[in-house]
């Protein structure tokens, strides 16, 4: 298949590419490295990889017109900065619309949108099912939330993901490297009193296979593993892991722009594909530890192999 992907030298586009490359998938990757890094995806066999904005009209016809994507993934997202609502618009709207017209206008056969569970905003149930309204407060999740409005609205078969915090290689941020760095270097840390609802990538891969599928349902899906857990059960798996045996350690109420609780109900995703997260939540943040043991908290390495450079 032809797969096209938007913000692919990311961490979900990039662990998606090491994933599909060995299954004979050929992808095109469209990226600003805004957050995303070229050295993740260096160019091998079956990958492109284009530096470029999806808010720019010309850089997506490019993409577009050369490669014909048969599906679009469209991981590309902006939020780095929460006070600059421009970038997030100029990306998550407008690249997000841009990026609906092109699926449309070159036949792409389907859409695969990420979003965030910032789209609920404060949730008044729990798990919060899909159809859940959205009530996003953050630059983020509104622009965000816009942008799946237009992928929706593109006119070929789409689904958007709803998605929970993944795990996996390259994971730089949250508190799984927090952690895991300061206690290795033996500084104090801090919880804030909040929970959220953790999925491994691998269950986040088998997800994404039958994503691409043609035919395979439409519309918006929770992608969870369905229990939250609190940022301290992080901490003691942490603190447990490097064998420093139970700390005392101070939790703070959750900041004013944070939800306390955020757990996805995924019934509805299981019933539609078959699909369960089959890891659990201590394996998942074990899995993680045993990655950074092996390769450091960093956000570079690769699990593909660039080609030599010529003399
Ligand atoms: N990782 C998660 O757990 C998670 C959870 C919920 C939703 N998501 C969504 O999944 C997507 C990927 O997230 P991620 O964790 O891989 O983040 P990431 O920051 O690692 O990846 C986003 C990529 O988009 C690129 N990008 C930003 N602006 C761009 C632009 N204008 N044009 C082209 N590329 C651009 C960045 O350089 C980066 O490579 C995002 O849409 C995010 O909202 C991720």
């Not at 797969?3 to 994933?19: D, F, K, P, Q, V």
């Not at 997506?60 to 939020?79: D, G, I, M, N, R």
């Not at 490297?177 to 986040?204: H, I, N, Q, V």
């Not at 439409?218 to 059960?233: C, D, L, P, Q, R």
């Amino acid at each position: 298949m032809r797969i096209l992907i938007t913000g692919g030298a990311g961490c979900l586009g990039s662990n998606l590419i090491e994933h599909w490359l060995p299954k004979g998938h050929s992808i095109y990757v469209l990226d600003n490295f805004a957050t995303g890094k070229r050295e993740v995806v260096p160019e091998v066999d079956g990958l492109k990889v284009v530096e470029g904005s999806i808010a720019d009209a010309n850089a997506l016809e490019q993409a577009f017109s050369s490669f014909k994507p048969e599906v679009v993934v469209h991981a590309a997202a902006a939020y780095k900065d929460p006070d600059d609502w421009v970038e997030d618009s100029c990306t998550n709207v407008i690249g997000s619309a841009l990026v609906a017209k092109a699926v449309k206008q070159y036949g792409v056969k389907r859409l695969v949108n990420f979003q965030t569970a910032l789209c609920y905003g404060r949730p008044n149930q729990m798990p919060i099912p899909a159809d859940h309204p959205t009530a996003p407060f953050t630059s983020y999740g509104i622009t965000k939330t816009a942008g799946e409005q237009f992928m929706l609205l593109s006119g070929v078969p789409t689904l958007s993901l709803r998605i929970a915090n993944v795990t996996g290689p390259r994971l730089s941020i949250g508190p799984i490297p927090t952690f895991y760095k300061r206690l290795k270097e033996g500084k104090g840390c801090f919880c804030s009193d909040t929970a959220r609802d953790f999925l491994d990538m691998s269950d986040f891969l088998a997800f994404m296979d039958l994503a691409i599928v043609e035919g395979a349902p439409t519309g918006v899906f929770n992608i969870a593993s369905g229990e939250a857990h609190s940022i301290k059960e992080i901490f003691d798996l942490v603190s447990d892991y490097l064998e420093l045996g139970r700390q005392d350690v101070p939790i703070v109420p959750p900041a004013d722009d944070d939800v306390p609780v955020v757990s996805l109900d995924p019934s509805a995703t299981e019933q539609a594909f078959g699909w369960r997260a089959e890891i659990g939540f201590k394996e998942t943040i074990q899995r993680q530890l045993a990655w950074y043991d092996k390769y450091g908290v960093s956000d570079v390495f690769s699990h593909l192999k660039a080609p030599e450079q010529k003399a």
